[in-house]
């Protein structure tokens, strides 16, 4: 006899026969059994004992074994019982019906006992670890699906009752967001290479997410493997909160500003920028904290920060955060009563005096905590980047000092790191001295960055830029030597460098395939005063023989408003040699409508101020769609500068930008790598990014 742990299997049968010779058989290799002659008598046997196994004959009375096969598996809910069909029929439309209906197998008789019994154990053994595997799929907190080549769901391979949970929805959701040869490269690429494709994204409509992972399943399917984050994405906001935000105010905290400053100094390095650091101390509020109590100065701080965002302007940009409000991004409040402002882009110390001030006029009006009126002052260190400090750690600590100053003389102002000031003078001094020799030496070197063509995607142009390295400090920042040279006089002489070597190139220019490209050059307010200034272009292009229309001179929209009488002037006759006029950075300074009238120009170039938020900024978009609708019915060009991003791209050709420039398609580049990197871009019509 078989013991009572071996597997039992249910034989059902019409014929005596058959029942005890299977019966037999089986006990003698180790099984037991359990006999029904119908179909009814099977079911019932089902029910009473659940079998490892049942060997089901298809012609029985009072119910066949196709309904038996089918009411059993309707029955199941997780574990599926091995079923092998006995039957004598060889007809395949049988053996089909019986497969649909649920069976696992089938034998033909008569049976060939051996191999019954070997056939029995491997079913066996297979949809076991079938249903080992299956419990573990039902145990995960997924739905699983299966997908053909095309992205269309074949079935649930998961829990049938997940179908309608958030689960089955995520992967309709997923497949509805990519068109359908989208969903093909998806799976193709998962097919192929044979790595999981995973993507995590918001339910529509809900404050659900949800991950969809794929994987082969064979040379033609894969399987949809979705899953809830929903509690995962909270926790992680929640954590990234915690980690690095100011529980009181929601502004960023000290740690999150550094990490913020490093990446924007490693940018400000990139694109030669300043930046300015912003400490601000609330004068005298250990009063308020030590009379009123922690909560009511918990109000004031939290009035404090409000107010202070309200005073930065969008153009004040500090630190770009993803999922947050614009103005939790320009401040940082580091502890107690301490404030940070960072300002990006600042290109001079007077821009950040400007803030400065505004941040301490805007503290006049009381603050209204739950009926209480106050008003408290602020002390305001300020550090600029480059020249006050390399790290975050630096210019923290020298704004700091700084703000120390402040309180010091008096409190309610703002005062600049002063040991960094005498330093800065020092250093200015060298540069001057140094600027001096490196211009009489020709030792100043020039830098193309490419003018593209939107309609084209081809290089027609450049604007030239000086670079200085030196010998024993290397590269010198143009944002530091610039204004040394126009506050010595020495931009008078580097223009005039520039201009000539500018002249130079395009004369030798002239005979190669770059005879075309028209190079632009910058021009200072004391240049652009100065009669010997229109002399020198006038002599650089008699004397080179240069075509006057490949020659643009760019001019800052705020030096005209200093002198225009002379500015028109100077630039009309500029304008009848046939030398192009371009006015730079337009839309920070006046932007008057009656100057563009009056102007001799023919080229308007966006600031990067603007195009570089115009992918996320509502008004930076709207400043730059007017600026090229405007220029469009005044038949001006426009240049959008300092474009990086494919979004800002997309809009500037959507709205009819002429050129643009900017490290998306290149950086500034000294002449021998600007013609390697141009010659292939002149005149092919290459595929247009995006």
Partial sequence: MAAEHSPLVLIADDEPTARLILKETLELAGFRAVLASDGIEALACYKDHCPDLILLDLQMPKLDGF????????????????????????????????????????????????????????????????????????????????????????????????????????????LSHHSQRKRQEIIQHVLTSGKPQVFEYPLEDDNRHVELRMVARDSTSVLAIVRDITDRKRSETRIYDLAYYDQLTGLPNRELLTKRMDADILAARKEQRSIAVLFIDLDRFKRINDTLGHSMGDLLLKGVADRFAECIRTHDYVVQLPQRQAHDVRLARLGGDEFVIALDDVNSEGAAAKVATRIIESMTDPINCDGHHFVVSPSIGIAMYPQDGRNPEELLMHADSAMYKAKARGRNNFQFYSSTMKTRSLRRLDIENELRQAIERKELLLHYQPKVCLDTWTIVGAEALIRW??????????????????????????????????????????????????????????????????????????????????????????????????????????????????????????????????????????????????????????????????????????????????????????????????????????????????????????????
């Avoid at 050059?521 to 229309?549: E, M």
């Fill in 67 to 174: 309904s038996v096969c089918r009411q059993i598996r309707e029955i199941e809910s997780d574990r599926k019982t091995p079923i092998i069909i006995l039957t004598g029929q060889d007809d395949d439309d049988s053996i089909a019906r019986a497969f649909e209906l649920g069976a696992t197998d089938f034998v033909n008789k008569p049976f060939i006992w051996p191999l019954l019994v070997h056939r029995i154990r491997y079913v066996m053994r297979a949809v076991t670890n079938l249903n080992a595997v299956q419990s573990l799929v039902l145990a995960l907190p997924d739905s699983i699906y299966l997908l053909n080549q095309s992205g269309d769901v074949i079935r649930n391979v998961g829990d049938d009752r997940r179908a309608n949970d958030i689960d089955g929805i995520g992967v309709t959701e997923f």
């Fill in 469 to 690: 390295k030196t010998a024993d400090r290397g590269w010198i920042s143009p944002a530091e030597f610039v204004p040394v040279a126009e506050e010595t006089g020495l931009i008078i002489p580097l223009s005039d460098f520039l201009l000539s070597q500018v002249c130079e190139r395009l004369i030798s220019w002239s005979r190669s395939e770059f005879r075309d490209l028209r190079i632009s050059i910058n021009v200072s307010g004391q240049q652009l005063q100065s009669r010997k200034f229109l002399d020198h272009v006038s002599a650089s292009i008699a004397k080179t023989g240069l075509q006057p229309d490949r020659l643009e001179l760019e001019i800052t929209e705020s030096l005209f408003m200093q002198e225009l009488p002379v500015a028109i002037a100077v630039l009309t006759q500029l304008r009848d040699l046939g030398v192009g006029i371009s006015v730079d950075d337009f839309g920070t300074g006046y932007s008057s409508l009656s100057y563009l009238k009056r102007l001799p120009i023919d080229t308007l170039k966006i600031d990067r101020s603007f195009v570089s938020d115009l992918h996320r900024d509502d008004d930076d978009a709207a400043i730059c769609a007017a600026i090229l609708s405007m220029a469009k019915k005044l038949n001006l060009k426009v240049v959008a500068e300092g474009v990086e991003r494919e979004e800002q791209l997309d809009f500037l050709r959507q709205h009819g930008c002429d050129l643009i420039q900017g490290y998306l398609y290149s950086k500034p580049l000294p002449v021998d790598e600007f013609e390697n990197f141009a010659l292939p871009r002149l005149f092919a019509k290459a595929k247009i990014a995006g």
